[in-house]
């Protein structure tokens, strides 16, 4: 009898994200024609824009690696069973990190510097979420309000920094911090190749979603960190530390979405600026809910929503559709995604043998019934 | 700063405690009989910012504030009851679908609400107390959002009602114990959902004000997590009706300490005044909540105070 419900589960997994996806652009596309447009047009837009060409490829592949980023910001502390998203403070923190230090070490320059600068910013970024685990294991706060909060806080510090102390006298119209050093900055993979512009942050964030799904698969803290998640109590009664598993999720999360901010810094924008704010944190959030937490499926997820990110100012120019148009389709996604949870056969178990006994006795109730 | 300058400051913050205050009265209520149900709508921040921008679109396209207002209402009556409704499937987590509502709702006002950035709406009128003072930083003070008097009554009624009717009986049931209401028959799921959308309506209210009265313009950067404080403030609040609205004043006036200090003249650290409410929320959660009992008063449905 496992055989074949393991099939199903695994058909589920897939099925019930497309069909939910499915669901969200055939309402975008209502929505679209309500307005007086084409849903035809607008869905030949949404994939030329995204993943039509070279060019659009690029595009998507280049919005797509922040994603990566932020949505593993989600998907870890969720794994240890915590709703955190504050990624998009993180994210702007890790920016102002990444700017930030080669005002403390001027001399910063070469490989090693990029490497420093990066770290700053994770550093920055996980230390900033990890506040959101420490107040929800020491002082019971929800954590989806303190990251959020702190998220809000964040931002106001970003905007203090870069308008205020830590603003480049040159930048007159748009305040940003002292651009990077060029040797400090990140290029191109492979700029005369068909990959164009995409930079190294493609690499990075695909090979942490990698780690992360090793580290949550294979390891024994990974492990741990799962139980942490499934349930809180038996996690503490078999003595395992969830404590510190639960702020190590949080901070590795908060490193990834600070990471993410840094290599923006590095890679694209060169300085810390309003233009980081772009709510690349809330995009992630959605990216990790579709990829239901696990690792291994948030690139493809991220590059689906970065190519609909890509294709918005191709809507906008064609169609004249306002640039909000990509959130309205993110918004009818995000709420197919979760409504397709409820059709699944049972949510976000553990994929632990001792668990399939629990897993049994509600499918059976239900039945009954 | 000469004694002139500290008075006018005070009087600056004082009048917008109310100013600010009067969106987080109406959608901290509205979460307050939300929660009370046993449910928590993360999502008001969206519904606030999208009825914001229906707000402003009726009265704009009417003419007249008060229709923009109940159209508000509506609009947020029924984003919250698209909540209530996902909510009511199985396995579907009442915080994710908070985060959903506030990506759509937002998406939803940002893309409808295009349009409506340049134009001006009639405003909804203020009550002026202040027109005994000759002093205009006095009659300032205390020119009032007219919706300000509607909010407290609200709050007067709601409390009231929570503890005096059948129905408010019912409400506080169903957030307490599921399971005795289940025994005495009455539908958990839609007493939760009617409550949800009643929040959802009184929290579009709040969205009118800050669309129709302070700042009075619809722009996609109006609110900015107002909607999420005024859940946190509900919490503060312990769940009572009247001590939403004392605390409602008190974030107000937080809120306002920036753009008072910015009207006398001090411009320095800007953004840092604007994040007060935001730490201070934070420190009152940190202050209140502990790790060892839930909250006095929550309700015990609630998977906030685990």
Known sequence: ??????????????????????????????????????PSEAWTLLFMGAFGDAFSWQNTLQRAAPLMLTALAVALPARAGLTVIGGEGALVLGALGCAGLPYLFPGLAGAGGSLLILLAGAGVGGAWVAIAGLLRQKRGVNETISSLLLGYI???????????????PASLNKPSTRPLEDSLRIGAIAPDSLLGDVHWGLVIGLLLCLAAGLWLSFTASGFA????????????????????????????????????????????????????????????????????????AIPPAAILFGGFAAAGSLLQRRMGQPDASVLVLQGF?????LAAEALRGRLFQLEVPRMVRLRVVPARRRVAT | MSINDWIDLLLAIVGGAVRVGTPYLFVSLGECLTEKSGRINLGLEGVLVFSAMAGFGGAYLSG???????LAGCSGAALALLHGLLCSLQRVSDIATGIALMLLGAGLAFYLGKPLIQPQAPQIPSIELGAWSTSPSVQSALSINALFPIGVLLAVLLAWGLRNTRWGLTVRMVGDSSDAARALGTSVNGVRI???????????????????????????????GQGLIAVALVIFARWSPLRCLGAALL?????????????????????????????????????TCSPKRSLKGAPMELGLSR
């Open chain 1, 1 to 38: 009898m496992i055989t074949p419900r393991r099939w199903h589960a695994a058909a589920e997994a897939l099925l019930l994200p497309a069909g939910a996806l499915a669901a969200a652009l055939l309402a975008f596309g209502l929505f679209i024609w309500f307005g007086g447009g084409s």
């Open chain 1, 154 to 168: 964040a931002i106001a510090l970003f905007k203090h920094f870069v308008e205020g102390p830590m603003r480049d």
């Open chain 1, 225 to 296: 960190l799962r139980v942490v998640g499934g349930n809180a109590r038996a996690a503490r009664l078999v003595g395992l530390p969830t404590d510190r598993l639960i702020v190590l999720a949080c901070t590795l999360g908060g490193a990834a979405a600070g990471l993410a901010g840094a290599v923006e810094v590095a890679a694209v924008h060169t300085s810390a600026n309003a233009s980081l704010i772009a709510g690349l944190g809330y995009t992630g959030i959605l990216v990790s809910f579709v990829a239901r937490h696990n690792p291994w």
């Open chain 1, 333 to 337: 996604a995000f709420v197919f995604i």
């Open chain 2, 64 to 70: 007249s504030p008060w229709l923009g207002v109940l």
């Open chain 2, 194 to 224: 009617a409550a949800t959308t009643a929040g959802g309506f009184i929290a579009g209210l709040g969205g009118a004000s800050l669309s129709l009265y302070y700042p009075g313009s619809w722009n996609e950067g109006l609110s900015s």
């Open chain 2, 251 to 287: 974030f107000g006036g937080a809120g306002a300490i920036g753009p008072a200090l910015q009207s006398v003249g001090v411009s320095g650290g800007y953004y840092l005044f604007n994040a007060v409410p935001y730490a201070l929320t934070l420190a009152i959660l940190i202050a």
